[in-house]
């Protein structure tokens, strides 16, 4: 292990809006300041699941939000500790959050299922609602509207409505672990299948048997300066 990073696996990772990194490291939480490492504090009944840890995500009020599956979901505000945030109307099984530009956080859960907190109070979203990707497993956006992904595809979020995106092959649009949305309006998206783009509502895919990419895609991420990394199994 190096002595400026003693981790060896790091689960998830976050970049706060204040520019600082939150990652779920072997052992628990760690915050990253000023390229200072600084290992949160877990309770007890979290310390020994922190091997489920799937998401974490910053609320409007500088609270964090992380999730251990279906294990918990936990905001840290103030240097306390609270299970649901003190939201009844939260469910347990989260596995993916994520925060729009608005503030508002999404929770997005198994069975077609996601919670959107918005302030104090708590929306639940399901299949009434148009939602059908089975479990939620990628969350993303810009301004107040919304992408959903899932085991069974993608979907967009409009005007109160989940909206199917449809494409050539759907096969491409299953298993979805992550989701950018540029600002120009593209969107990439990694799935079971390996990456996929989207420009002026044309897909283009990179698939892993053609070796664009090499192994299986597990991160996918769009930094400040507009380049898109992708992390692969290999």
């Keep these: 292990r190096s002595t400026l990073f003693p981790y060896t696996t790091l689960p998830i990772s976050y970049r ?35 091997a489920e840890m799937r998401g974490i995500t910053q609320d409007r009020s500088g609270g964090m ?13 103030d240097g306390t500790w609270t299970k649901l945030g003190g939201h009844r109307d939260l469910i347990l099984g989260c596995l993916i959050e994520f925060t729009d530009n608005v503030g508002r956080v999404w929770f997005g859960s198994t069975a077609n299922r996601i919670e959107m907190l918005d302030g104090d109070r708590v929306r639940v979203f399901g299949p009434g609602d ?16 919304l992408w ?14 989940f909206r199917a ?34 420009h002026e509502k044309k897909w283009r895919t990179f698939p892993v048997s053609e070796h664009t990419v090499s ?4 991160g996918f991420t769009e930094l400040a300066d507009g380049r898109i990394w992708c992390a692969t199994s290999d």
């Design 148 to 161: 959903v992904g899932g085991e069974l595809g993608l979907e967009h979020f409009e005007g109160g409505r």
């Design 65 to 77: 939000w992380l999730s251990l599956g279906g294990n918990g979901l936990y905001l840290l505000k």
């Design 165 to 198: 995106i449809r494409s050539i092959n759907k096969e491409w649009l299953r298993g979805i672990s992550g989701i950018v949305e540029r600002a120009n309006g593209d969107l990439w998206l990694n799935s079971d299948q390996g990456m996929a783009w989207c």
């Design 16 to 50: 706060a809006p204040d520019k600082t990194l939150w990652f779920g490291a072997d052992g628990g939480l760690v915050h990253m300041v000023a390229g200072r490492l600084q290992e949160i504090r877990l309770l007890p009944e979290m310390a020994d699941k922190a």
């Design 215 to 218: 192994g299986a895609v597990i």
């Design 130 to 145: 148009g939602l059908q990707v089975g479990n939620v497993t990628a969350l993303s956006g810009r301004g107040p509207e």
